[in-house]
């Protein structure tokens, strides 16, 4: 036992905590905790009634058990018991047991909601305090329910105890983060920011928190906190270290309220008001200027809260970004860092360089670090950092440097972690083709990627430099006289045999007058790896096989014996034999007329963004997606010339349109190259936020019932949208149109959920317009709308807006028929008070039969005939489909054409989806 | 896999030995146990095997970790992309100082045996992911106010009468 025992020594509880740490084997500490269970077990069926110290040393060895990583499934009731003791320590720890061992059992959130309503209103500052930490640590929907209302009030009230108001603000922000609906400021803003104002530090430090979080959502109302946090970090900035009491940290004032100041002010562009923002970079230079200072304290914590500051100024800077200045010093502080002897700077400094690459005041400041960079992508001991030091350089090539970058970054390759490699292949293929001066450079760099690390370059990347080398015909000499070099080597990987089998089958004719590459040899040489390849890659050399015989006919008795022996002809896989006697065939029967048609070379492939950066775009993405990704490119895969499900035929006379290598297809819009691959957003919904542009709402309302049109308009930009569902699934095609003369720069779009860290940087060019495809999935049903973040610069100016994408809950539906007794038998089945959701309500748009059948039909039910005896009233089934589970869904709409009224009646399966679709609903009649 | 909430806060906090075993766990965000199960599994592993010298923070999914050594305990923290590293490893610090005023020099011991105090200990700093009071006195006040509160309740006559009896 240790010596300190504070407070009350539960000796039994340490005599078991002891017995537990003198187990010798895992075996006997689970014996000793069965026993223990046994015994509490016993101690709460018991008929004597407990004490509440004994129900308090049980529950708190329940605890431990749990935190040992047992199983506990009983004890909530003594639990909660002990939070209406008078004690309090008995109190507290009930209230630790429900929070770490929180339970949705609805019986007992009710008595600990009960619990909790009698501490809040005891006025006992201690005991609304514990009670707060409690809503704040379980969160649930039904604390927000009952307590939503009730703590703003206490936040703002005058007479509220310090510590009180804290654990208040921080409650608070917890409900609105788990329910935003319920938690509703109205009146209380006010109050609310102007606790940025508050005496006390810590009451500013905790509110601010919740003021943050609600001004991303609600700008507007919010904004009148930028001067306000403003003249507040002016005042701690210029105040002595010692000025702040025990609110300095190791000689820096108030740290952690700084950086939460300054992370607020990022939700807000500049402040307009001159003076306000005249003083904001008044500190900003102070804190750079501070950066520069000899410390104040060796110690670590120091520093650590002093650049923690300076990063967070950093941060804001650059989401400014309109003072060159300020960006540049910072950029010169960053490149200090660089060669800071603590590893942690260096990181950091990697980290943030990698924003202001992006900006276009910094970033030949950035470059001009290239060197130390460089350096640190080879000596750097930890990989975190090396892959820091990568990311970097990715973020700073442009053409200027794009040859010696991508040279480093190929050589850092050979030694580079198994972890970081296929990320590395990506970002160095992207580079070569985005700065590719000539093309025969390109070659070589991704010829180098694989035999350097041809295991990790994904299919992604191989397509891509086919498709270059078939679109550009300045090229394709020097490619295959390059792949047909590559080949030589004894030991070569089987992606390299991929390439050179597809573009020797395409171009081995540039080559053919060397007697060194007589068809001959090409021939034999290809064939030299065939037996080591596996199958895709061998159906793909027969395919070249055969485009040999066309295009050298002195070439097809050698290549018509190897496709007749045994081996292919009889081979076991059904793909390679089906080849085999095709392409035999063919070459037998067919005229050199034909022939020649049917093999002529690749037709250019359609312009489009490259595969591969989609592909990194993916890798960035959030795990949530990554499983239906890996299902989406194995789809893909197949769909290549050498894939496993193609008949020769279409092997041979591909179709302009053959989606071969572009991982998204679809007809290409306008000249400028589609932007933004696909991005598979998720829409589960929890992340959901509710601003968006006032003038987007009604737009938006009109997709519930249609699938088409356009989603956004204003001066400068268009949006338009094609969408189409499938049972969980949809594919969501974004056009972008440039409404203006002048060219976009910057232009990115980030869904909501994927969380996109290296921007990419298109221009979108005046009048032109690019296009985006969205892949969705419905896991569960959802009530909040994904959004889309577009930014670009149009001018000097940063355009930034937010967009719901029109996902809603119907577009999953499956249309179901039905008769109208099995209507009216399910519609009884469904007769628990929550499942139905009904509003009486105007009519808004025209009343008319037709209209109203059409956009029943549009919502994705199917619209049932002759079920209702009222022929006035419309009824629709249908099962919205997701991922884990469908649920059935029945609809009654009455209209009263005398009042203009409706009555709409929703009932289905599950009661979150009624009442979603009739919120829905009400606004489309 | 699971998806987080999008908004500036820390998601979670472990502590933990050199030897793997979870001394305390906090949670910020809703995950079922079996995910947090998995989590911390995961994430022991590789912050163990991690060299002495190497940088406080890593990528690991889609959060950033923070993490820091103090002899036998790891501290570690998950925050979110756009979140302050720094900031985080002294929100670490600031803990480590108060369990170690509250305990006189903190060892883990401390910590196993009196868990529930390093859980209301960390309750008063941080509330919800979030800095609820920095200033180390005023933590400090808070807890010794409710120790002071327990001991006007007779609780320690009451552990006296049941010492005999209580030890199993």
Redesign the interface.
Known sequence: ??A?????????L????SDI?NCKSKEAEIKRINKELA?IRSKFKGDKALDG??KK?YV?KL??IF?L?H?IDFGHMEAVNLLSSN???EK??GY?FI??LVNSNSELIRLINNAIKNDLSSRNP?FM?LA??CI??V?SREMAEAFASEIPRILVAGDTMD?VK??AA??L??LY??SPDLVLMGEWTSRVVHLLNDQH??VV??AI?LI??LS?KNPDEFKTCVSLAVSRLSRIVSSASTDL???T?YFVP????S??LL?LLQCYPPPEDGAVKGRLVECLETILNKAQEPPKSKKV?HS??K??IL??AI?LIIHYDSEPNLLVRACNQLGQFLQHRE??L???ALESMCTLASSEFSHEAVKTHIETVINALKTE??V??R?RAADLLYAMCDRSNAKQIVAEMLSYLETADYSIREEMVLKVAILAEKYAVDYSWYVDTILNLIRIAGDYVSEEVWYRVIQIVINRDDVQGYAAKTVFEALQAPACHENMVKVGGYILGEFGNLIAGDPRSSPLVQFNLLHSKFHLCSVPTRALLLSAYIKFINLFPETKATIQEVLRCDSQIRNSDVELQQRAVEYLKLSSIASTDVLATVLEEMPPFPERESSILAKLKKKKG???V??TELEDSKREGGELNGGGDRGPDTASTPSPSADLLGIRSAAPVGAAPASAGSLLV?V?S??GTTTTLPSSSLFWLLFVCKNNGVLFENQLLQIGIKSEYRQNLGRMYLFYGNKTSVQFASFTTTP??N?Q?KPVEPLVEGGAQIQQVLNIECLTDFSDAPLLNIKFRYGGALQNLTLKLPVTINKFFQPTEMTSSDFFQRWKQLSQPQQEAQKIFKANHSMDTEVLKAKLLGLGTALLDNVDPNPENYVCAGVIQTKGQQVGCLLRLEPNAQAQMYRLTLRCSKDSVSRRLCELLAEQF | MFSLISSFQMQFMLLFSRQGKLRLQKWYVPLSDKEKKKITRELVQTVLARKPKMCSFLEWRDLKIVYKRYASLYFCCAIEDQDNELITLEIIHRYVELLDKYFGSVCELDIIFNFEKAYFILDEFLLGGEAQETSKKNVLKAIEQADLLQESFDEQLHSVLTTVTDTL
């Open positions: 036992m240790p300190v025992s504070k407070g009350d020594g539960m000796r039994g340490a005599v078991f905590i740490r015994n110290y004994s040393k708190c605890l431990f935190l990583g199983d004690k309090y320590t507290q720890i630790l929070s770490v201690t305090c707060l930490h704040a640590n969160g510590s804290q654990s921080l409650c922000l917890r983060k788990t530090m810590g430090t905790a928190s943050t979080c991303q009491q025990d609110y940290y108030a740290p952690w309220l950086c939460k992370r914590q650590n809260a650049n923690a990063f967070e941060s590893t942690n260096r990181y950091l001991r930890d975190s950092v892959q959030p795990g949530a990554s499983v998720d589960f929890e992340a909501q959920l969380v860290t």
